[in-house]
């Protein structure tokens, strides 16, 4: 649990315990995160006792650091989404409501998705279960105030996005599989595992948690003037894509950019650098769905 996500720590201890016993779950183990580790030791120590399942009560941040150390365990992870983006909670069908969810989870089914293996210059290897990207839709993230964040939710994406809709391109390369670079010039390249935004924005529609395949985007408006149409190709699938937008789907998909950017994981803005090498790792990860 992430204690500083949860609007009430004790109650919500409380609610959890009861709903655990009456189902049949006994020894409860609460592991909190900190500032200094967001949930990494503890999701190896869940590990370490053999637990029959973890529940994440947390924000983006909290679940892929969960998540990437419980890839390949055989571990079941219940989401509970209480953050911002709460994006792998949408793209699951899992309800916003802590209440709904921690019902509909613990009486749910079990269900394996992907894990998406990460590398780039500056960072140790790692994981992610969402998405992933460099350039604008970094600069977003790391640019949406906390405070605005905590009062309107993941709006305050919205106003960081207008803030930042004149954010420089950069020229990258992008490799799908094993076929031959392709050379863009781009706003942002972010590399997804699943495919829905806040708002349902399909920013990603083809990409499924499931699949074995990881998708790529490339969005490259021109002008501020452009972003109108960008938007509704978004939402309005049947548009066609235009120079604005490209989309890309493979097993593996590298993007190196011509100098250092923004970068982001989940959700969270992590060093900047040039580059980003998605590989995904088939169905690695066991979730409970509703």
């Known amino acids: 649990m992430n204690p500083i996500k949860v609007p009430d720590p004790d109650e919500f201890r409380k609610k959890v315990d009861t709903a655990l016993t009456e189902r049949g779950y006994e020894d409860a183990l609460w592991l909190e995160t900190t500032e200094e580790d967001p949930g990494s030791a503890m999701a190896k120590q869940a590990i370490d006792e053999s637990v029959d399942l973890v529940v994440v009560a947390g924000g983006d941040g909290t679940v892929r650091v969960a998540c990437a150390e ?47 293996q990460v590398e780039g210059d500056g960072l140790d290897a790692d994981r992610f279960v969402v998405m992933a990207g460099l350039g604008l839709d970094a600069a977003i993230i790391a640019d949406a105030p906390d405070e605005l964040k905590k009062r309107v939710g993941w709006a305050a994406y919205v106003v960081s996005t207008l803030m930042n809709l004149n954010h420089p391109f950069v020229r990258v390369e992008i490799i799908v599989d094993d076929r031959p670079p392709l050379a863009r010039r781009a706003r942002t390249v972010v590399i997804g595992n699943v495919g829905t935004l806040q708002a349902n924005i399909p920013l990603l529609p083809d990409a499924v948690p499931d699949d074995g395949m990881i998708d790529a985007v490339v969005l ?32 593996s998909i590298q993007v190196k950019a011509s100098k250092t950017v923004r970068r982001e994981l989940d959700g969270d803005q992590i060093e900047d650098g040039r580059t980003l090498s998605a590989t995904v790792d088939p169905s690695a990860l066991l979730v409970r769905i509703p």
Do not use: C, H, Y
């Open 220 to 251: 490259a408006p021109r002008r501020i003037s452009d972003w109108p149409r960008l938007a509704l190709s978004l939402v309005i699938k049947s548009m066609r894509e235009g120079r604005n937008i490209e989309r890309f789907t493979g097993k």
């Open 70 to 116: 419980l890839a390949q365990s055989n571990i079941p992870v219940a989401v509970l989404p209480a953050g911002t983006g709460n994006l792998l909670a949408r793209n699951l069908g899992i309800n916003l409501d802590l209440d709904i969810a921690l019902t509909e989870l613990l009486g749910g089914n079990e269900q394996r998705i992907d894990s998406v």
